[in-house]
């Protein structure tokens, strides 16, 4: 699934490129756009009642992207489980990665843990079948 973000000029610093904690915004941009291709929005689990923490995340950068660069985002479940949930993110602007990151997300009901197979089944196979199609 590719997400694309246009660096906007708040997000540089004083040297003009993108400051690195925007990064994980684009991140979090293209996760909850990934959650809406596959027909299960954020919204939607949330009015249910469970919510997806961020519980690690991690970034390398690899090249710099300035204002009005495209940053294409390349998001693919790494691995998944009952209870988490891991994404990759491959950033490129053109043919240059620019990052390669990683996240992890827990689920939770009511400050609980909550399998996502149990609670969500639909939306469990709905990942389990992305997973399968970008493992072709």
């Not at 196979?125 to 199609?133: A, G």
Request: glycine share 4%.
């Amino acid at each position: 699934m590719y997400y694309e973000h246009e660096v906007k000029y708040y997000e540089c610093d004083r040297m003009g490129i993108t400051h690195h904690s925007n990064y994980v915004r684009i991140m979090e941009e293209a996760r909850v756009y990934w959650m809406d291709c596959i027909g299960y929005g954020f919204e939607r689990m949330e009015a249910e009642g469970v919510v997806s923490p961020v519980v690690e995340v991690s970034c390398k950068y690899k090249h710099t992207s300035t204002f009005k660069d495209k940053i294409c985002v390349e998001v693919r479940v790494a691995e998944m489980s009952a209870l988490k949930i891991s994404f990759t993110y491959t950033m490129k602007v053109g043919e240059n990665i620019v990052c390669e990151a990683h996240s992890t997300h827990c689920f939770i009901e009511n400050g609980r843990p909550v399998s996502l197979e149990k609670r969500f089944p639909e939306l469990y196979q709905k990942i389990l079948d992305d997973i399968e199609k970008n493992n072709k």
